[in-house]
């Protein structure tokens, strides 16, 4: 393993199945995707059987907080025991060079681990990695008690580079035929193919760390962003997987103390990629409140007056077609159900420059007075209507972001709105393929 703490990465030991593991059933979906949809993950368990999977080394979010929750975790952990044991999982040096191709665009990523030293997810950061939205600390010690004890750490982490000269990452595209391929397969229920290479190469390295010190010089920095040059640099920032981050800086500094700076839970394993690579989308993410309990409308109108208006939209094509079309002095948001079946809420004065900034602290006070029973984060139009219809329910459809502005957002206004963006549609997530010890 090799330290960069100037960049904030270490290249680490990597552990990945033998051949002879069938590795569409090993991946599976990052544990935060389709926890509104049981369906989804009772067809995984069915396709997994008995064979090896990731399926039994992390835990849906779906599961998570039920009764026999400590019982699944508790086989987890016996679980990554067990292939360690038996050579399930075996050891591999160097970076991963990724390809993962759904819907004919290819999107290229490499796996390392970054310096949690170097992490703080508090909105103000000013850390060489931040978050992107907002950290729910209550969402945290839940998730806490499956990495505490664990030998294994799993990624679905995916972190973004702004790297429009395409200096560290696509390099490698041009030599991985010369790479030995370590995975080349289909990933389960029609999400695409995923390949990678080892990246066991000195060379390859050595150009690959230049071009990150490159980006996180404080001059290029001061001058690609236009600020001053004591601005703190920002060279990681999240794109999926913020509380999955979260989880292992505070399990971290829970056992620094202990454990000493030198611990392998000091990193995190992730896949970094560039923001600016064509396969990669910014999508929405919508929400769905269940079991609605008062008449959210009436909500409205007591916190944003006379400042809402709501239209109603013939179809559901109608209701997105114009959502999409609003900008941010014509903030607009999908409604589905509620009583009043479909159409458009504008705010005519937004509190955020982003729909999803003036809608979600609403959203939050309308839960935390029993508005509804829960609220749930979904992705896709299909699933936010399909969801929103059903009685008791409430859909709203938001509008994405520009991919480009994340940055400098994130640099000049700190983090966003939690669950602002997604990279992708849900079948697009990060699969859980590599792994690597914490303990």
Not at 260 to 266: I, Q, V
Not at 304 to 310: E, I, P
Not at 326 to 351: C, D, M, W, Y
Request: proline share 5%; hydrophobic share 40%; with cysteine.
């Amino acid at each position: 393993m090799k330290n960069y703490p100037d960049i904030g990465i270490q290249i680490p030991q990597i552990y990945l199945p033998p051949p002879g593991i069938d590795l569409t059933r090993w991946a599976v979906i990052a544990c935060d995707q389709f926890t509104s949809q049981p369906d989804y993950w009772r067809k995984v368990e069915s396709f997994v059987g008995s064979a090896p999977s990731t399926l039994k080394l992390t835990l849906p979010e779906i599961y998570l907080d039920l009764v026999d929750t400590p019982h699944r975790i508790q086989t987890i952990q016996s679980n990554m025991r067990d292939y360690l044991e038996k050579g399930i999982l075996q050891a591999n040096e160097g970076l991963i060079y990724v390809e993962r191709t759904m819907n004919g665009k290819t999107r290229k990523g490499v796996v390392l681990a970054l310096d949690l030293e170097c992490f703080d997810y508090n909105n103000s950061s000013a850390s060489l990695i931040r978050s992107t939205e907002g950290t729910i600390i209550d969402r945290l010690p839940s998730r806490m008690k499956i990495r505490e004890n664990a030998l294994l750490e799993l990624p679905h982490i995916l972190v973004l580079i702004d790297d429009p000269d395409q200096t560290v990452i696509e390099p490698l595209v041009k030599v991985k035929n010369r790479l030995e391929k370590v995975y080349n397969f289909d990933l389960m229920l029609d999400s695409g193919h995923l390949a990678g290479y080892r990246v066991n190469d000195t060379v390859l390295e050595e150009k690959l760390l230049s071009a990150l010190r490159a980006l996180a010089r404080p001059d290029h920095f001061s001058k690609k962003y236009n600020v001053s040059a004591e601005q703190p640099v920002l060279l990681f920032a999240m794109g999926d997987g913020n509380h999955s981050l979260a989880t292992a800086k505070a399990v971290w500094e829970k056992i620094k103390p202990v454990v000493g700076k030198s611990h392998p839970a000091r990193y995190a394993l992730v896949e970094i990629e560039n923001v600016h690579d064509d396969a990669l989308a910014f999508e929405p993410i919508h929400r769905i409140l269940f079991g609605l309990k008062k008449d959210f409308f009436v909500s409205l109108d007591s916190a944003f007056g006379d400042s809402w208006t709501f239209s109603p939209a013939s179809n559901a094509e109608e209701m997105i077609r114009r959502v999409d079309a609003g900008n941010s002095h014509q903030q607009l948001a999908g409604i589905i159900g509620g009583g009043r079946t479909l159409g458009v809420v504008e705010f005519s004065k937004p509190t955020s420059n982003l729909v999803v900034g003036t809608i979600q602290p609403f959203l939050d006070a309308f839960i935390n007075e029993g508005g509804a029973e829960k609220i749930d984060y979904v992705h896709g139009a299909d699933v936010t209507v399909h969801l929103g219809i059903q009685n008791g329910n409430l859909g709203i459809y938001l509008p994405g972001m520009h991919k480009g502005d994340l940055f400098q957002t994130v640099i000049l206004d700190g983090a966003l709105p939690r669950k602002t963006f997604s990279m992708g549609e849900a079948r697009e997530k990060r699969f859980y393929m590599e792994a690597r010890k914490i303990a």
